[in-house]
């Protein structure tokens, strides 16, 4: 019993974005109307620039009390409140990352959270980084039974470790976008396989 395991790089074709807008208010209702309409704002923004509505989803929506007075020893008291409205954006040309970007913040957004490169159809990479597992396994097995003086038999089972498969950052080696300077590099697919062989003699 081996297990097998590859990584195949590829240039990502999509990106997500976290982005959103974090806005402050004397009450509740103030915060949340100030973030409600920074936000539409980067919404008509997004959508100007060619990002549909089917990739576009709200991520995480909050308000909150801003509590004070814990350093002083006095009964904590409300200050203000903050509303928080995250959306994750997929942007599926990456030659418009940068503009995009650029325009959210230019409109309100000021909290972006991270970027997520990835692969539009992923399952043709995926399913080479499977082939290439199943040869290390191959290739790990022949030389255990060479080593142990034996010979190998058929295959009696074949089991993909759960757990691999994603896409991983490999490098960053791209031309930027403008006008906010973005990276796309590579990233990988992943797998690893188990397989059991028997040994014929």
């Known amino acids: 019993t081996v297990?097998?395991?590859?990584?195949?790089?590829?240039?990502?074709?999509m990106a997500t974005?976290?982005?959103?807008?974090?806005?402050?208010?004397?009450?509740?209702?103030?915060a949340m109307a100030a973030?409600?309409?920074?936000?539409?704002?980067v919404f008509d923004r997004l959508k100007a620039?060619?990002?549909?509505?089917?990739?576009?989803?709200?991520s995480n929506l909050s308000l909150n009390p801003n509590w004070v007075g814990y350093d002083s020893g006095q009964t904590p008291t409300i200050s203000n409140y903050v509303a928080m409205n995250m959306l994750n954006v997929r942007v599926r040309d990456l030659a418009s990352?940068?503009?995009?970007?650029?325009a959210s913040i230019a409109d309100g957004a000021n909290t972006l959270n991270g970027i997520t490169f990835e692969l539009s159809t992923p399952r043709p990479v995926q399913d080479e980084a499977r082939k290439a597992a199943v040869a290390d396994a191959a290739a790990k097995a022949d030389l255990y039974a060479t080593a142990a003086g034996v010979t190998l038999g058929k295959v009696v089972?074949?089991?993909e470790q759960q757990g691999y498969g994603g896409p991983m950052p490999v490098f960053m080696d791209a031309k930027a976008a403008s006008p906010v300077p973005v990276a796309t590099g590579q990233i990988a697919l992943?797998?690893?396989?188990?397989?059991?062989?028997?040994?014929?003699?």
């Open 3 to 13: 297990v097998g395991e590859a990584s195949i790089p590829a240039s990502p074709d």
């Open 17 to 30: 974005v976290s982005l959103g807008v974090t806005t402050e208010g004397a009450t509740a209702a103030e």
């Open 35 to 41: 973030n409600s309409k920074a936000l539409s704002a």
């Open 49 to 58: 620039a060619g990002i549909g509505e089917n990739d576009l989803q709200t």
């Open 97 to 102: 990352l940068g503009s995009v970007l650029d």
């Open 157 to 159: 089972s074949i089991s």
């Open 190 to 201: 992943q797998s690893a396989v188990t397989v059991a062989y028997e040994i014929a003699d």
